[in-house]
């Protein structure tokens, strides 16, 4: 069974502080590895890695794949109150269907 | 705003009902995908159908039904509804899954409540 772990569960930061997130996985498989940032409601896109894709960077946000140890690092600097939000971490696997397997996310609290 | 559009909203009921979400996929996204994300189980993915077609099953109840219209948009069906199924339901939808760049565009959620 496809798996993905994410940690910390919950990170509290103040503003300012450069956070790093976490995400393993163990798929059959693997096509790609997702990022996204779930504030109120419906998760919004960061980042898609694959194998010809290991690093992007957007603005203060950026995030690293290793194949070799099946893993994914998200890197945000200078966090603001505007980062608040659950991080999820997602796995595609597949031929030609596309199923993502979602970690439980990391809740990402930034104060002042 | 992903272009992904879901209703309703929010959706109350009972215990032993039915109810229908519908979906409709960003233009020119031919993929759509259901997951269901309650508390303590995180994002599950329910199923995927392309070009109306079922392509990939996941944890979905037999109890939940989905299907794929020839205008893309998707309806998930679900029936004999029990207090467990009370979460969010968001539909994604992506272009292509057997293209290498195959983000899926999540939307808002229906919220249903079961009483």
């Known amino acids: 069974e496809d798996k993905v772990v994410q940690s910390p569960l919950s990170l509290v930061v103040h503003e300012g502080d450069t956070v790093t997130l976490n995400c393993s996985y163990e798929v059959t498989n693997f096509r790609s590895l997702l990022w996204y940032k779930q504030e109120k409601k419906a998760p919004t896109f960061l980042f898609m890695l694959?194998?010809?894709?290991i690093e992007k960077k957007s603005g203060r946000l950026s995030s690293i794949l290793d194949k070799k140890e099946l893993s994914s690092i998200l890197n945000i600097t200078a966090t603001q109150t505007g980062d608040s939000a659950i991080y999820l971490c997602a796995v595609e696997a597949g031929g030609t269907a596309s199923k993502l397997t979602f970690g439980t996310g990391t809740r990402l609290q930034v104060t002042l | 705003d992903s272009g992904v559009t879901q209703t309703p909203k929010h959706l109350i009921t009972a215990t032993g009902q039915r109810v229908t979400l519908r979906c409709s996929p960003r233009?020119?996204?031919?993929?759509v995908y259901w997951y269901q994300q309650s508390l303590d189980q995180g994002l599950q993915f329910l199923i995927q159908?392309?070009?109306?077609?079922?392509?990939a099953k996941g944890n979905i109840l037999e109890r939940f039904s989905a299907q794929q219209f020839p205008d893309l948009h998707s309806e998930l069906n679900l029936s004999s509804l029990e207090l467990g199924d009370s979460a969010l339901y968001f539909c994604?939808?992506?272009?292509?899954?057997?293209?290498?760049?195959?983000?899926?565009?999540f939307g808002p959620g229906t919220r249903l409540t079961v009483l």
């Open positions: 159908y392309y070009n109306g077609e079922e392509r």
């Open positions: 233009s020119g996204d031919l993929s």
């Open positions: 994604a939808s992506s272009v292509d899954p057997r293209a290498r760049m195959n983000e899926q565009f």
């Open positions: 694959t194998s010809s894709g």
